[in-house]
Protein backbone atom coordinates (compact mmCIF):
# COMPACT_ATOMS: atom_id res chain seq x y z
CA UNK A 1 0.00 0.00 0.00
CA UNK A 2 0.92 3.55 -0.62
CA UNK A 3 1.25 3.72 3.37
CA UNK A 4 3.70 1.05 3.67
CA UNK A 5 5.72 2.54 1.20
CA UNK A 6 5.81 5.83 2.79
CA UNK A 7 7.05 4.30 6.19
CA UNK A 8 3.71 4.74 7.69
CA UNK A 9 3.20 2.56 10.86
CA UNK A 10 -1.03 1.79 10.55
CA UNK A 11 -0.87 0.78 7.34
CA UNK A 12 -4.93 -1.24 8.44
CA UNK A 13 -6.64 1.71 8.93
CA UNK A 14 -4.63 3.41 5.42
CA UNK A 15 -6.05 0.56 3.78
CA UNK A 16 -9.60 0.22 5.16
CA UNK A 17 -10.38 4.02 4.10
CA UNK A 18 -8.89 4.20 1.30
CA UNK A 19 -8.92 0.64 -0.89
CA UNK A 20 -11.44 -1.35 -3.18
CA UNK A 21 -9.78 -4.60 -1.70
CA UNK A 22 -10.93 -3.95 1.69
CA UNK A 23 -14.21 -1.40 1.63
CA UNK A 24 -15.44 -0.34 -1.09
CA UNK A 25 -18.39 2.09 -0.54
CA UNK A 26 -21.06 3.27 -2.55
CA UNK A 27 -23.78 6.20 -2.27
CA UNK A 28 -26.11 8.76 -3.58
CA UNK A 29 -27.65 11.96 -2.27
CA UNK A 30 -30.86 14.03 -3.16
CA UNK A 31 -32.40 17.42 -2.12
CA UNK A 32 -35.18 19.20 -3.13
CA UNK A 33 -37.00 22.39 -1.94
CA UNK A 34 -40.23 23.78 -2.68
CA UNK A 35 -42.46 27.08 -2.07
CA UNK A 36 -45.48 25.45 -2.55
CA UNK A 37 -47.26 28.52 -0.85
CA UNK A 38 -46.50 32.16 0.09
CA UNK A 39 -45.08 31.69 3.61
CA UNK A 40 -44.37 28.34 3.09
CA UNK A 41 -41.16 26.19 2.45
CA UNK A 42 -40.48 22.55 2.19
CA UNK A 43 -37.15 20.78 2.04
CA UNK A 44 -36.85 16.92 1.49
CA UNK A 45 -33.59 15.37 1.28
CA UNK A 46 -31.90 11.27 1.26
CA UNK A 47 -29.51 9.20 0.74
CA UNK A 48 -28.66 5.87 -0.23
CA UNK A 49 -25.31 4.06 0.82
CA UNK A 50 -24.15 0.28 -0.03
CA UNK A 51 -21.12 -0.85 1.64
CA UNK A 52 -19.18 -3.88 0.06
CA UNK A 53 -16.20 -4.80 1.93
CA UNK A 54 -14.10 -7.81 3.23
CA UNK A 55 -14.76 -6.97 7.10
CA UNK A 56 -18.03 -7.87 7.40
CA UNK A 57 -18.67 -5.61 10.30
CA UNK A 58 -18.36 -3.16 8.00
CA UNK A 59 -21.14 -3.92 5.65
CA UNK A 60 -24.07 -2.26 8.10
CA UNK A 61 -21.67 0.07 9.48
CA UNK A 62 -23.51 3.11 8.22
CA UNK A 63 -27.65 3.47 6.89
CA UNK A 64 -28.49 2.00 4.04
CA UNK A 65 -30.91 5.11 3.62
CA UNK A 66 -32.18 8.44 5.18
CA UNK A 67 -34.66 10.55 4.91
CA UNK A 68 -35.78 14.18 6.03
CA UNK A 69 -38.13 16.73 5.23
CA UNK A 70 -38.44 20.08 6.88
CA UNK A 71 -41.42 22.17 6.52
CA UNK A 72 -41.65 26.26 7.12
CA UNK A 73 -45.07 28.19 7.84
CA UNK A 74 -44.77 32.33 8.20
CA UNK A 75 -47.57 32.90 10.41
CA UNK A 76 -49.24 35.89 11.39
CA UNK A 77 -47.68 38.49 13.82
CA UNK A 78 -44.00 37.10 12.84
CA UNK A 79 -44.49 33.65 14.09
CA UNK A 80 -43.33 30.66 11.92
CA UNK A 81 -44.19 27.21 12.38
CA UNK A 82 -41.57 24.34 11.29
CA UNK A 83 -41.68 20.31 11.50
CA UNK A 84 -39.10 17.84 11.12
CA UNK A 85 -39.25 14.62 10.41
CA UNK A 86 -36.14 11.84 9.79
CA UNK A 87 -36.08 8.40 9.13
CA UNK A 88 -32.83 6.50 9.18
CA UNK A 89 -32.39 2.85 8.34
CA UNK A 90 -31.09 0.01 10.78
CA UNK A 91 -27.12 0.27 11.37
CA UNK A 92 -24.13 -1.97 13.26
CA UNK A 93 -21.10 0.19 14.47
CA UNK A 94 -18.40 -1.90 13.99
CA UNK A 95 -18.17 -2.93 17.46
CA UNK A 96 -21.16 -3.36 18.83
CA UNK A 97 -22.61 -6.60 19.08
CA UNK A 98 -26.15 -5.46 18.13
CA UNK A 99 -27.87 -4.01 15.44
CA UNK A 100 -29.47 -0.43 16.22
CA UNK A 101 -32.90 -0.64 14.25
CA UNK A 102 -34.04 1.68 11.96
CA UNK A 103 -35.93 4.75 13.60
CA UNK A 104 -38.09 7.74 12.72
CA UNK A 105 -38.59 10.91 14.71
CA UNK A 106 -40.01 14.32 14.69
CA UNK A 107 -39.18 17.81 15.77
CA UNK A 108 -41.52 20.93 16.32
CA UNK A 109 -40.52 24.30 16.92
CA UNK A 110 -43.45 27.50 17.23
CA UNK A 111 -41.47 31.04 17.38
CA UNK A 112 -42.34 34.34 17.65
CA UNK A 113 -39.91 37.26 16.81
CA UNK A 114 -39.63 40.89 16.99
CA UNK A 115 -37.81 43.71 15.15
CA UNK A 116 -36.16 46.21 17.08
CA UNK A 117 -34.57 48.88 15.80
CA UNK A 118 -32.37 48.17 12.69
CA UNK A 119 -31.22 44.64 12.11
CA UNK A 120 -31.92 43.64 15.41
CA UNK A 121 -34.23 41.28 16.47
CA UNK A 122 -35.56 39.13 19.54
CA UNK A 123 -36.85 35.81 19.12
CA UNK A 124 -38.70 33.45 21.79
CA UNK A 125 -39.24 29.90 20.46
CA UNK A 126 -40.95 26.52 22.04
CA UNK A 127 -39.26 23.62 20.72
CA UNK A 128 -40.69 19.69 21.25
CA UNK A 129 -37.72 16.92 20.38
CA UNK A 130 -38.46 13.28 19.38
CA UNK A 131 -42.02 13.88 19.22
CA UNK A 132 -42.64 10.57 18.07
CA UNK A 133 -40.96 8.71 20.94
CA UNK A 134 -37.79 7.65 22.32
CA UNK A 135 -35.21 5.92 20.13
CA UNK A 136 -31.43 4.53 19.93
CA UNK A 137 -29.21 6.22 17.67
CA UNK A 138 -25.63 5.58 19.20
CA UNK A 139 -26.32 2.06 21.43
CA UNK A 140 -29.58 0.32 22.15
CA UNK A 141 -29.34 1.33 25.88
CA UNK A 142 -29.01 4.96 25.03
CA UNK A 143 -32.43 6.32 24.12
CA UNK A 144 -33.36 9.66 22.90
CA UNK A 145 -36.29 10.88 24.85
CA UNK A 146 -39.21 13.62 24.26
CA UNK A 147 -37.56 17.04 25.21
CA UNK A 148 -38.52 20.27 25.38
CA UNK A 149 -37.05 23.51 26.09
CA UNK A 150 -37.48 27.30 25.49
CA UNK A 151 -35.06 28.99 22.54
CA UNK A 152 -34.37 32.73 23.47
CA UNK A 153 -32.35 34.40 20.22
CA UNK A 154 -31.10 38.10 19.76
CA UNK A 155 -29.90 38.67 16.54
CA UNK A 156 -27.75 42.19 16.28
Known amino acids: SL ?3 LGMGNTLAWDYVNTREVAQVRGAELSARWQP ?3 AQWQLAGSWTDIKSAIPDSTQSAPTTTWSWLMTQALPQDMQLSLGWYRVAALKWQSAPLVLPRYETM ?3 LARSWRMSGQ ?3 ELAVVL ?4 GAYADYKPNA ?3 HQGFVQLGYQF
Open 143 to 145: QQR
Open 3 to 5: AGM
Open 37 to 39: WTG
Open 107 to 109: DLR
Open 129 to 132: RNVL
Open 120 to 122: RRL
